[in-house]
């Protein structure tokens, strides 16, 4: 069964450093997500991309952050200049062509620590 | 504002026990609804979409109520292997979907 693929699965990073978190989305799908898990709290949306720009994205996704296709089959995203409360599970999510509201599929998570 | 609202729980129920998971919305635009499961420090998995007419998966049963904006899912004869943490899921324009805070369900031998 295909499946949305993420590295690393877990990434320690000092407080101010770049992040990038890589995704590998189901091969035909056209809408990419991120989101991101708290510890102990709810997923929560960071942004939606399709067509190669961003359709959608929420309060917590500011400039530190930015998303990228870069060569067809990877979805990045990038933190700038990580903080403490970056430290979450980050996933990416992929669904396929046709009508709103289909199906997300998530990877298995990308666990952030900023220390 | 877009919020989903659950009860937090925890649920704990003996097995083969019917469990009942409540989800209200706020924004009566919204488009799809769906229920997710979580396992502890895993990845959200589909449980089932939500239709207006209700909808079954063998010992699941989800209803939507776009009236009063509130969706629920059943679960009848509880299994050990149900515990998990329940997710509503609500689906808005351009491919924003926001998830409840989730239901903790603890299913007891």
């Known amino acids: 069964e295909p499946e949305v693929t993420q590295t690393p699965s877990h990434q320690v990073t000092q407080m101010g450093q770049e992040v990038i978190l890589r995704c590998v989305p189901i091969?035909?799908?056209?809408?990419f997500y991120w989101y991101r898990q708290i510890l102990g709290q709810k997923v929560e949306f960071l942004v939606s991309f399709y067509n190669n720009e961003i359709s959608e994205k929420s309060e917590i996704f500011d400039d530190q952050f930015s998303v990228e296709r870069p060569d067809g089959s990877n979805f990045t995203l990038k933190i700038r200049s990580t903080k403490l409360e970056d430290s979450a599970m980050y996933f990416c999510?992929?669904?396929?062509?046709?009508?709103?509201?289909?199906?997300?599929?998530f990877g298995e998570g990308s666990w952030l620590t900023v220390v | 504002r877009k919020e989903v609202e659950q009860d937090p729980g925890p649920f704990n129920v003996p097995e083969g026990a019917t469990v009942a998971f409540n989800c209200t919305y706020s924004n009566s635009a919204s488009q799809s609804f769906f229920w997710y499961r979580q396992d502890c420090r895993k990845e959200p998995k589909l449980l089932m979409s939500?239709?207006?007419s209700g909808n079954e998966d063998g010992r699941f049963t989800a209803q939507l109520n776009r009236a009063s904006q509130y969706i629920s899912l059943l679960i009848r004869d509880s299994k050990l292997s149900d515990s998990a943490t329940y997710l509503c899921?609500?689906?808005?324009?351009?491919?924003?979907?926001?998830f409840g805070a989730g239901t903790r369900l603890t299913v007891k031998p």
């Open positions: 939500v239709y207006s």
């Open positions: 999510a992929s669904s396929p062509p046709g009508t709103l509201g289909n199906t997300i599929y």
């Open positions: 899921v609500v689906f808005y324009n351009n491919n924003d979907m926001r």
């Open positions: 091969s035909n799908h056209l809408y």
